[in-house]
Every structure is written in structure tokens, then in C-alpha cells.
């Protein structure tokens, strides 16, 4: 009976200590999930980084032909971004963009660059594509750096711009509260050690968590009151109030739609910050009610290069304003102010 029973209790310590590695080591570990939004905190805390991505969809089309196989448009979107003092009052990006439209055959781009800095945006279109009937129409912009500036564009419309309540390195602190310690991210499978690009990864494939995205947004919205005037606030606080009352059933339904939403996710293997990300998702179209579409795919991955790397991002010294650039492609019996 003694034996029996010593053989019991060093059995049970066995099962004990076992349980306790798997709940420590397991990937699907609440810890494991942490270990992506870690990883992402700490791109965002990143003053200088680069982004490099795809993101394509494909569509099928319905011809209205019973008999002919509906028709794929392909769209992609080809984007290489770099971030100079993220988050930060002096914060400048700078981005390079190649957009694609593909439908049997025939493909349509379009490609430019863009600067922002505060309220001022600077943009050059460097690829067009040949259209007959506009071909020459936009010369004069092509290789031209244009300025939009956000300040001088609302005193036009009759809206003086706004003294900031926060700064953006406030608003950004804001957000990191509402999200900080949530598990966006629940790990559905940990892929272990890859070599991807050359470099030392470790692979996981996440499942986005709907209740944690949920009461992110509700915590947004509530959040962004703060950054009213008391006017403002009083309106604000009341629409909130009419939209919430409906919004928890209206996102599950929209979720419905959307489920299972997988992101893969690649960490450094060294220090386990944030090398690529992507998703893939097809959809049914009559999820949401269009007839005239059978499916569609979505495809994006993002490479995260050069973090903690000071950029420098140079602001255009010769452009054009945007309000001399508009009247150009208007009709000439149109007065221009």
C-alpha cells in the first residue's frame, strides 16, 4: 500500500512538472501570443525604419455568360516606405509606390513617389500609362513634384486649422495604453526555425483574437474624446452613444464575414523583433451580396529593413502647388478663382 501510493504521488509530480513545461513552452501560451505584440510595440517605439511591401487582390468577375469562365482583374500595389523620427513632431516619410490594374492580359500602371512632413504633402507621379484619347494630358505633372499644403487648403475652404490638443507623440503614447498588454494575436501554430532571406527566423502562424479588436475600437473612440474641444465633446459623446448601441452586433456580423482571419508572422531569431508579416484570404462573394463577383483573394506581405537606422528624407525644393496644378485639367468654360 506504501509502495502504491509513493508510486502515486511520484507519478502525479511526473504529470505535475510535464504540465507545468508544456504551459510555459507551449506555443498557443498566452505568453507565445505576447511575444508578437512585443514585437510590434517595439517597431513602433523604432524612430527610423522601412517598410517594403505587396499587397494584391485578385477578382473574378462574372461575364453574365453562363457558359464563359468568369473573368480574373488582378490589382496590385507595390510600396517601399521609410519613417524618419517616428512619432515625433519633426516625423517625415517617404514612399515609393508602383500600382498595377491586369485584366486579360492588359496592364495598367502607375507609379510615383511621396514625401509628407506635418501638414505638407509632396507627391511625383514617374510612371503613366499610354492612353490614347488623354495621351499629353498629363505631362506637365509627370516627373513634377507637387505640394499639397493641408493648412493653406483648409483657409481656402473657409476652415482655419485647429490648435492640437495632444501632440503626435502623445496621441501615438494613447494608443499603446489602450493596446498595451492585449493579445491581438493568438498563436495558432509556432512553425519553429526558418531561414528566410538569409536570415535566422522563427515562424508563427497567429489567428487575430475578434473580442481583443473589439474592445480596441471601443476604447479608440472613447479615448479620441480627449481630443476635443468641450463643443465638440458634448456632439461627439452622443453620436458615440447611438453608434455603440449597435455596433457589438454589427461587427460580429461583419467578422462572420471574415472568419478565420491568419496572419503569419516572422522574428528575428537573435532578438525576436519583426522581419515580415503577410496574409492571404479568400473570400466568397456572396458574403457580401455581389452578385456580379464570384471570389476574391487578398494577398499582402510587409518586410520591416533597417530599424533603429537614422533615415534621411529629403524635402522637395522646387515643386509646384496643387492649386496650380488643378485648373489645368479643368474645362476652360469653368471659372477658376
Do not use: C
Not at 515609393?96 to 485584366?103: A, S
Not at 510612371?127 to 513634377?144: A, H, R, V
Not at 475600437?217 to 480627449?226: H, Q, V
Not at 487578398?298 to 488643378?326: A, C, G, Q, T
Amino acid at each position: 500500500m506504501i509502495k502504491k501510493t509513493l508510486l502515486l504521488v511520484i507519478l502525479g509530480g511526473v504529470i505535475i512538472i510535464i504540465a507545468a513545461v508544456l504551459i510555459i513552452w507551449s506555443p498557443f501560451s498566452p505568453n507565445a501570443s505576447l511575444i508578437i505584440e512585443k514585437a510590434i510595440t517595439k517597431l513602433v517605439d523604432s524612430k527610423d525604419f522601412k517598410i517594403e511591401g505587396k499587397i494584391s487582390a485578385e477578382v473574378w468577375a462574372k461575364t453574365g455568360d453562363e457558359n464563359k469562365e468568369p473573368q480574373k482583374v488582378e490589382v496590385s500595389l507595390l510600396i517601399s516606405e521609410t519613417f524618419s523620427d517616428s512619432g515625433t513632431e519633426d516625423a517625415k516619410t517617404s514612399s515609393d509606390f508602383n500600382l498595377t490594374f491586369g485584366v486579360e492580359g492588359i496592364n495598367v500602371n502607375v507609379g510615383g513617389e511621396i514625401v509628407g512632413v506635418k501638414d505638407e504633402i509632396y507627391f511625383k507621379v514617374t510612371t503613366l500609362p499610354t492612353i490614347p484619347f488623354l495621351e499629353g494630358s498629363f505631362d506637365s505633372i509627370k516627373d513634377q513634384w507637387i505640394k499639397i499644403d493641408i493648412n493653406n487648403i483648409r483657409e481656402q475652404l473657409g476652415q482655419l486649422p485647429k490648435e492640437e490638443a495632444v501632440s503626435q507623440e502623445e496621441f501615438i503614447n494613447d494608443i499603446k495604453k489602450i493596446a498595451e498588454g492585449k493579445n491581438y494575436f493568438k498563436i495558432k501554430k509556432n512553425l519553429g526555425k526558418e531561414n528566410l532571406d538569409e536570415l535566422k527566423v522563427i515562424h508563427y502562424l497567429t489567428r487575430v483574437d475578434k473580442e481583443t479588436i473589439k474592445d480596441s475600437i471601443i476604447g479608440l473612440m472613447d479615448a479620441n474624446k480627449e481630443y476635443l474641444s468641450e463643443e465638440e465633446k458634448g456632439i461627439y459623446e452622443n453620436e458615440l452613444d447611438n453608434f455603440l448601441k449597435g455596433f457589438e452586433e454589427n461587427f460580429d456580423t461583419a467578422w462572420e464575414k471574415i472568419d478565420p482571419l491568419e496572419i503569419d508572422f516572422w522574428l528575428h531569431e537573435k532578438d525576436s523583433s519583426l522581419y515580415q508579416v503577410a496574409m492571404e484570404k479568400e473570400m466568397s462573394a456572396k458574403d457580401f451580396e455581389m452578385e456580379e463577383i464570384e471570389k476574391i483573394k487578398l494577398n499582402l506581405v510587409f518586410n520591416f529593413l533597417d530599424v533603429d537606422k537614422k533615415m534621411e528624407i529629403i524635402i522637395p525644393k522646387e515643386f509646384k502647388p496643387i492649386e496650380e496644378i488643378i485648373p489645368l485639367f479643368l474645362p476652360e468654360s469653368l471659372p477658376v478663382e
